[in-house]
């Protein structure tokens, strides 16, 4: 098997393996009020790490670059306009255009 | 739709980047199709570029997966059916339809997150095809400042869903924890550790707005 053969086995499987594992864990309970909590504030925590590691860090070093850049005037667009694309493409032409410098 | 069409341009970049980590166009292609899951297959790609090996990718592909978990179990109850079709449900969770469906008090819109899943898995695989193939054309990644867009877009649902102060505080401590961990932990491992800030949820008053709100 090849290497992104094998790469793409293995990621289908543990995808579809957690993705089946929560709905499943715990049996379809109703939650109870401090998992709730918690859980509502699950999204916020996640994709705020999300966002920092891919734009302040470059494998196991801190850094900050055009895409830094651009990324933080995405989010203030997303911020003041509430659009994503507007978002997306205002941080892809910002960085673009740092690099070009 | 917003989110799908910025999930295409995600999976413009991705069809790209991932021949720069030695992918055919089919293989780039068929990961998006069959994996479906743009931070895990961001993740794996670039363990490969970095010369990784394939245990290590799929390794990175399950900690940036691990979340899901966490927002498959909060989905649960909002599921019918036994646990087969439970399973089979919980498929459909990404992050953005996942964000989408959330009510807000616990609970979920079944539906919601049917529908806007299906609409973003076309946009995912049609951009992936558009990259994969167009590639050539469109030159170097990077200088086209693809690569910002993963974390924009990470940064915009960020910003439209959490809204509350208490959120942008639990996102910010996210942020902290995920950081001070990058020069140590192997990657993917930051991002999950950082889920623990979601613990201030604990806090009474926390609590109390959580019930509060599924009154």
Redesign the interface.
């Known amino acids: 098997m ?7 086995a ?3 499987v ?3 393996t ?14 109870p ?25 470059d ?4 850094m900050a670059g ?2 830094t850049a ?2 933080l005037a ?2 203030a667009v ?2 003041k306009t ?4 507007g ?11 740092l ?2 410098l | 739709m ?2 799908a ?2 999930g295409g ?2 999976a413009l970049s991705f069809g790209v980047v991932a021949q720069n980590a ?3 166009e089919l ?1 780039a292609i ?2 998006s199709a ?4 743009g ?3 961001f993740a ?1 790609i670039a363990i ?1 570029a ?1 010369g990784g090996t ?2 290590a ?2 390794a990175a ?2 900690l940036m ?13 909002s ?1 019918p059916g036994r ?1 087969l079709r ?6 459909a ?1 990404v ?1 953005a339809s ?2 989408l469906a ?1 009510r ?3 609970s979920f819109d079944r539906g919601l997150l049917f529908g806007s899943t299906a609409i973003q898995y076309v946009t995912w695989v049609g951009g992936t095809i558009a990259g994969a193939l167009g590639g050539g054309v469109l030159g170097d990644p ?21 809204r509350s102060g ?3 505080g ?6 902290l ?3 001070a961990l ?3 932990a192997p ?1 993917g491992v ?2 999950l550790v ?10 009474r008053t ?2 109390a ?3 509060e709100q ?1 009154r």
């Open positions: 090849s290497t992104s053969a094998a790469v793409i293995g990621c289908a543990v995808t579809a957690i993705k089946a594992a929560g709905p499943v864990a715990l049996g379809g309970r109703e939650l009020g401090w998992f709730t909590g918690v859980v509502v504030l699950l999204a916020p925590a996640l994709l705020a790490a999300l966002v920092v590691t891919q734009t302040f860090a494998g196991h070093r801190l055009p895409e651009g990324v995405g989010g997303a911020w509430g659009s994503v694309i978002c997306v493409l205002v941080a892809a032409l910002l960085t673009a255009g690099r070009a | 917003p989110f069409v910025a341009l995600l030695g992918f055919t293989a068929a990961m069959i994996v479906f899951a931070s895990a297959q794996a490969l970095q394939v245990g990718a799929v592909a399950a997966n691990s979340r899901f978990l966490a927002m498959g179990a909060a989905l649960g109850p599921l646990a439970r399973a089979a449900q919980g498929q969770v992050d996942w964000a959330a807000g008090d616990g990077k200088a086209l400042g693809l690569d910002a867009i993963y974390p924009a877009f990470f940064l915009a649902l960020l910003l439209t869903e959490a208490r959120a942008l639990v996102a910010a401590l996210g942020a924890i995920a950081l990058v020069p140590f990657p930051p991002v950082a889920s623990l800030a979601a613990l201030a949820g604990l806090t926390a609590r707005e959580a019930q599924q």
